[in-house]
C-alpha cells in the first residue's frame, strides 16, 4: 500500500523484535537458548480464575459488556486496591477495565491530550509509550533516570524540560526497564512539581505487587494528587494472565467519563468471559501473588548476587518489577552488539537498553521471570562469556 499516518514514518522497527526473531532461529537450529528478553512470568495463570473463564463460557457470557467492565470485575478491583494498597475509587464512576495496559495508556493520552502537547516520561521507559504517544499526535519528551543517581527522578531535570505545551506527565514505578522503585520522597517532589505547573500525571503501576523489601507508593495517594491522577495497572503480570487482556484506569469520574467514551470506540469492552475469570483471580489471588513474587525476588536476588562478581558489569540491586538492567559500558560495546554477543556466546537472550529510550543506552534488560534453573545457568553463561573478552 502507498502510504500511511505521516506520524508513524518516525515508529521504530527492529529492537525487541530483531532479537527475537534471531534468538528463534538459533533455537530452531539447535542451539540451547535462555529467554530473558520478555516481561512474561512463566506461571500458569491461577487454576480458579481459568476455570471461572469456563464457567463463564458455559453460562453463555460470550456478549458485549459494559463499557467500563462488568459490575463484579469492577468491584473486585476496587475491594483489592484497598485492601493492598490503600486506594479509593468508586466501582460505579472511577474505573474503567481495558483490553490491558496497553489500551488504557493509549487511551489516555488520546482521550486527554490534544495533537501537539508534550508528555514528559522519564527514560529508559517501556517501549510503548513512544508509539502511543506517535499514535497520539503528541511529544514525548525523555528525561533521565540514571543509575548513578539510584534510580531516582532529579525534578529539575523534569522541570527544564517543561514548555507551554507540556500538559501530562507518565512515571511508572516499580519500572520497566530498569527495576527501580521511586520511594515517596522522590514522588513528593514529582508531585509538588505536578500541582505547581499544573501537569496530569498518568502512573504506570503494572507491577504494583513486585516490590521487594521497599513499599509500593502511589502518586495519587500523596496530598492533592488525586484529582489530577490517572493510575494504571493490569492482570497482566500480577496474576500471570499477559494474554488474557485486561487492565484498567482509576482516576476522577470527569476523566472516566471521557476515558470510556475513546476506549468503547476502539474496544467497545473487555472481552467477557477474560472478565469473569478476573473476578476470582482479584477476588481469591492474594496467596497466588505472594508465591510468585516470593519466588520473583528469590531469582532477583541470585541474578543481582552472581552478577555482582562479573568484572566490568555494574548493576544496582532491582527493588520492583522483574527486570535487571545492568550497565555494560565497560566492555566496549554497544547495546546491540553486547546483546548479540550475549545471544551467540552464552545462548542468552537480553534487550538492548536503547530499546527503551535515547537514556538506556549503555544498558541491557534481561528480565528474570523465567525459571530459577534458567536463571542461574544464564548467569554462569554469561560470566563465561564475558570472561572470555
Ligand atoms: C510498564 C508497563 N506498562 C504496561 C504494560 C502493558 O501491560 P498489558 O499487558 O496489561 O497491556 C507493560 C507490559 O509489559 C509494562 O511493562
Known amino acids: 500500500m502507498k502510504s500511511c499516518n505521516k506520524r508513524l514514518e518516525a515508529m521504530p522497527f527492529g529492537g525487541l523484535y530483531e532479537i527475537f526473531t534471531k534468538a528463534n532461529k538459533l533455537e530452531a537450529q539447535g542451539k540451547r537458548i535462555i529467554h530473558m528478553e520478555i516481561g512474561r512470568p512463566d506461571y500458569d495463570s491461577p487454576d480458579f480464575a481459568k476455570e ?38 468508586d466501582y460505579e464512576t472511577e474505573i474503567s477495565v481495558m483490553s490491558g495496559a496497553a489500551e488504557a495508556i493509549g ?14 516520561v522519564p527514560s529508559p521507559f517501556f517501549s510503548a509509550y513512544r508509539e502511543q504517544a506517535l499514535i497520539a499526535g503528541v511529544k514525548l519528551v525523555e528525561v533521565p533516570v540514571r543509575m548513578e543517581d539510584n534510580w531516582q527522578l ?6 527544564k524540560r517543561i514548555t507551554p505545551n507540556t500538559t501530562m506527565l507518565l512515571i511508572n514505578t516499580p519500572n520497566n526497564p530498569a527495576g527501580y522503585v521511586l520511594d515517596r520522597d522522590n514522588l513528593e517532589k514529582i508531585a509538588d512539581l505536578a500541582k505547581e505547573r499544573d501537569l496530569i500525571v ?37 496474576f500471570s494472565m499477559t494474554g488474557w487482556r485486561i487492565g484498567y484506569v482509576l482516576g476522577p469520574a470527569n476523566a472516566i467519563k471521557y476515558i470510556n467514551k475513546v476506549h468503547q470506540n476502539f474496544s467497545t469492552c473487555a472481552t467477557a468471559f477474560a472478565q469473569w475469570g478476573a473476578v476470582e483471580a482479584f477476588n481469591n489471588g492474594d496467596s497466588f501473588i505472594e508465591d510468585m513474587v516470593k519466588e520473583f525476588k528469590r531469582r532477583g536476588d541470585y541474578l543481582y548476587e552472581a552478577f555482582t562478581k562479573i568484572d566490568g558489569l555494574k548493576i544496582v540491586k532491582p527493588k520492583g518489577a522483574f527486570y535487571a538492567f545492568p550497565d555494560i559500558t565497560a ?23 536503547t530499546s527503551f529510550g535515547e537514556y538506556g543506552k549503555g544498558h541491557i534488560r534481561l528480565a528474570y521471570c523465567c525459571s530459577y534453573e534458567d536463571v542461574v545457568e544464564a548467569c554462569e553463561k554469561i560470566k563465561i562469556a564475558l570472561g572470555k573478552l
Do not use: W
Not at 459488556?65 to 490503600?86: H, M, Q, S, Y
Not at 488520546?110 to 508528555?119: A, C, D, K
Not at 498518568?202 to 489530577?228: A, K, N, P, Q
Open 52 to 89: 471461572a473463564v469456563k464457567e463463564a463460557l458455559d453460562r453463555g457470557q460470550v456478549h458485549y459488556t459494559d463499557v467500563n467492565g462488568i459490575e463484579p470485575l469492577r468491584k473486585a478491583i476496587c475491594n483489592k486496591e484497598k485492601r493492598r494498597f490503600g486506594l479509593e475509587y
Open 107 to 120: 487511551v489516555i493520552m488520546l482521550t486527554m491530550m490534544n495533537p501537539g502537547e508534550e508528555i514528559i
Open 154 to 159: 532529579n525534578v529539575e531535570e523534569i522541570e
Open 202 to 238: 498518568i502512573s504506570d503501576e503494572c507491577y504494583d505487587e513486585f516490590i521487594y523489601g521497599e513499599e509500593h507508593v502511589s502518586i495519587s495517594t500523596l496530598d492533592d494528587m488525586r484529582e489530577r491522577t490517572l493510575v494504571v495497572k493490569s492482570t497482566s503480570k500480577q
Open 331 to 353: 566492555f566496549g560495546m554497544d547495546e546491540r552488539e553486547f546483546c548479540n554477543y550475549l545471544m551467540e556466546e552464552a545462548g542468552v537472550v537480553g534487550v538492548p537498553g
